[in-house]
């Protein structure tokens, strides 16, 4: 088989993983061969660390001269959508980091590109791989469970101190980051919350604490209450600054209840 051709963009904490696996062979059919990265005084390091990889420092440069097939984008959040869109138009595969982006707007623009392109278009929602939340996706879309009347999720276990805050300039700014924990940590979350039930609230109403706890613009506290058509409810809590944190998912159906909590998941299920 052939090997897809891969370049990273954005060489931080997150890109240096996706690199890491890559170059160790761990992703079968991949192989990495360039990088893009805006910092300057990464590019000897890069050179030195993967030798036989192109590394760019220029956009448009690695836009017109990557020998790439796909692109794997570990940048902040408001370039995910732009450097996707840039990608379908050079006619490549695009897997990019949550969160989609910033931006509704933006974020359809990227969809309709990816359709129109015809290439492959993901985004790393890794939590999609956990069986728990498989078997609970499961347990609904097979109708096990019977209607969902309520859902409730603690979701308190994303602890950041102040250090990881500062560790980035970018981080926990409206310009840079473009949100707090619903937009950084809880993505995850709320993907999970939709793609499990398939439903979508008609209503929601949410309570934010900006710079609760710690030193930052955005959001690190939220309580929101969900409505749905059918008229099940659903009460969605997170922080970033609780320890020790919880993660506890309850969804009652009218043929049971499941619990995730502690790597587990229980299944009371009715007979009558
Ligand atoms: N899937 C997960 O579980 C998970 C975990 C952590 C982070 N992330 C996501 O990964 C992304 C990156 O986060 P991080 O913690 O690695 O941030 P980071 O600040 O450590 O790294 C970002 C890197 O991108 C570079 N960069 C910024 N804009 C660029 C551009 N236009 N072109 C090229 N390089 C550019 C920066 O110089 C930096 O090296 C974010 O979207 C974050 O939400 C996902």
Redesign the pocket.
């Known amino acids: 088989m052939e090997k897809i051709r891969v370049g990273v ?8 993983s996706h690199v890491n696996y890559l170059v160790e062979g761990e992703i079968e059919g991949a192989i990495l061969t360039a990088l ?4 300057l005084e ?1 590019k000897e390091e890069l050179e030195r660390c993967y030798p036989g990889v192109q590394i760019f420092q220029d ?1 448009d440069l690695f836009f017109q001269q990557a020998e790439v097939d796909a692109i794997l984008i ?4 408001y ?2 959508p732009r ?1 996707a869109i840039k990608a379908f138009e050079h006619q490549m595969h695009v897997l990019t ?3 989609a982006g910033v931006y509704t707007k933006q974020v359809r623009g990227m969809n309709e590109a990816a359709e129109k392109s015809g290439k492959v278009f993901s985004i ?1 929602y ?1 939590q999609r791989t956990n069986p728990l939340y498989q078997k609970v996706r499961d347990l609904i879309q097979t109708k096990e469970l019977g209607e969902i009347r309520r859902i409730n999720w603690i979701m308190t276990s994303w602890y950041r101190s102040q250090s990881y805050y500062d560790s ?1 300039e ?2 926990a700014t409206w310009a840079g980051e473009g949100g707090g924990v619903l937009i ?1 940590q809880c993505p ?1 979350q709320l993907d999970l919350w939709q793609w499990m039930t398939g439903m979508m609230p008609a209503k929601i109403r949410s309570f934010c604490s900006f710079g609760k706890y710690r030193d930052i613009e955005v959001e690190d506290e939220v309580t929101a209450y969900a409505e749905y058509e059918n008229g099940a409810t659903a009460v969605f809590i997170t922080t970033t600054a609780e320890a020790a944190g919880t993660n506890r998912l309850e969804i009652v159906g009218e043929q049971g209840k499941i619990v995730v909590e502690h790597g587990t998941l229980t299944f009371w299920r009715l007979r009558i």
């Open positions: 963009i954005g060489v931080g904490s997150m890109g240096t893009l990265e805006q910092r990464k956009e570990a940048t902040p959040h370039d995910h450097l980091e949550k969160p790393m890794n980035g970018w981080r950084n995850h």
